[in-house]
């Protein structure tokens, strides 16, 4: 008993340890940024392709149609991978038949498909036979396809992984917040 109010009087006296009040370890917190001058802009994305890119490609692009359902079960209308791809396919075919050199760049592409905005992005993707595909780090970058300026940037980390279904939702959550 006197230990415990040794304890008691401690946490008194100097207040209690800064990790009672911690976020739990491994809790998907999101850092974004939001330019003042993109608020209007924002309101504006209706129609968006995505490109991302990940330590896993095939993971990477079930993340990209995680991304898709959620947008557009949120309103939005998502360039289908196949018209993004037959359009990088011709502006590759442009190139070398130009003899042109250069990447291809996402805005060309976005501006060839009648998208007002592309969502970039990284994604980095834990997998094993016996856990859960998580994801441990994404960031994305939603930009307006004609000015070229960033509209929203967001990274969400987790030390212990999140599903992407998770992130998706967060995103969707994030930019529909930013809208209004």
Same mark, same amino acid.
């Given at each position: 008993?006197?230990?415990?109010?040794?304890?008691?009087?401690? @946490?008194?006296?100097?207040?209690?340890?800064?990790?009672?009040?911690?976020?739990?370890?491994?809790?998907?917190?999101?850092?974004?940024?939001?330019?003042?001058?993109?608020?209007?802009?924002?309101?504006?994305?209706?129609?968006? !392709? @995505?490109?991302?890119?990940?330590?896993?490609?095939?993971?990477?692009?079930?993340?990209?149609?995680?991304?898709?359902?959620?947008?557009? +079960?949120?309103?939005?209308?998502?360039?289908?991978?196949?018209?993004?791809?037959?359009? %990088?396919?011709?502006?590759?075919?442009?190139?070398?038949?130009?003899? !042109?050199?250069? !990447? @291809?760049?996402?805005?060309?592409?976005?501006?060839?498909?009648?998208?007002?905005?592309?969502?970039?992005?990284?994604? @980095?993707?834990?997998?094993?036979?016996?856990?859960?595909?998580?994801?441990?780090? !994404?960031?994305?970058?939603?930009?307006?396809?004609?000015?070229?300026?960033?509209?929203?940037?967001?990274?969400?980390?987790?030390?212990?992984?999140?599903?992407?279904?998770?992130?998706? +939702?967060?995103? %969707?959550?994030?930019?529909?917040? +930013?809208?209004?």
């Amino acid at each position: 008993m006197k230990k415990v109010i040794i304890i008691l009087t401690i @946490i008194a006296c100097i207040g209690p340890p800064p990790s009672l009040f911690a976020q739990e370890k491994g809790v998907l917190s999101p850092i974004m940024s939001v330019p003042k001058e993109a608020k209007a802009k924002l309101k504006t994305a209706r129609t968006i !392709a @995505i490109f991302l890119n990940g330590n896993d490609s095939l993971l990477t692009r079930i993340a990209e149609d995680t991304l898709s359902i959620n947008l557009t +079960n949120a309103g939005f209308t998502v360039i289908n991978r196949e018209t993004l791809e037959k359009a %990088v396919g011709e502006q590759v075919a442009k190139k070398k038949k130009e003899k !042109a050199e250069g !990447a @291809i760049n996402a805005l060309g592409i976005g501006k060839a498909v009648n998208a007002d905005s592309i969502l970039t992005g990284t994604v @980095i993707i834990e997998s094993s036979k016996d856990k859960l595909v998580l994801v441990r780090i !994404a960031s994305f970058q939603l930009v307006d396809v004609l000015s070229g300026k960033t509209l929203i940037n967001i990274l969400f980390e987790s030390e212990k992984g999140k599903p992407f279904s998770e992130i998706a +939702n967060g995103f %969707v959550a994030v930019l529909k917040q +930013n809208m209004r």
